[in-house]
Nanobody, 125 residues
Framework: VQLQASGGGLVQAGGSLRLSCAAS????????MGWFRQAPGKEREFVAAIKWTGDTTVYADSVKGRFTISRDNAKNTVYLQMNSLKPEDTAVYYCAAGSNWGNTIAVRTGNYDYWGQGTLVTVSS
């Protein structure tokens, strides 16, 4: 599965962005999809994940209530709507695909088999 993330950019604090991640295969609907981010000098961290059915999601505490993950299996695409952005949200954002579901499974980078190239989000204060 090839993943292509897009939608990053420069935004002021308090603003919004929507990231998209398009998958190359129709088997997209079988995968758990996740968003991770990596700030300069820091480890990659979990942001949000969604089950293949689209009816179950999990979020990092730092983004809960501000970010929303969703998917459109007909378009082989997963989205991350980011509202009320803060300077500490600045990072390269990666989408990823994996099998199986469980909250503890979804939050770990090692449980994802495929990764996109990343898209940079910069939030200015």
């Amino acid at each position: 599965v090839q993943l292509q993330a897009s939608g990053g950019g420069l935004v002021q604090a308090g603003g919004s962005l929507r990231l998209s991640c398009a998958a190359s295969e129709r088997t997209f609907s079988r995968y758990r999809m996740g968003w991770f981010r990596q700030a300069p000098g820091k480890e990659r961290e979990f942001v949000a994940a969604i089950k293949w059915t689209g009816d179950t999601t999990v979020y990092a505490d730092s983004v809960k209530g501000r970010f929303t993950i969703s998917r459109d299996n007909a378009k082989n695409t997963v989205y991350l709507q980011m509202n009320s952005l803060k300077p500490e949200d600045t990072a390269v954002y990666y989408c990823a695909a994996g099998s199986n579901w469980g909250n503890t499974i979804a939050v770990r980078t090692g449980n994802y088999d495929y990764w996109g190239q990343g898209t940079l989000v910069t939030v200015s204060s």
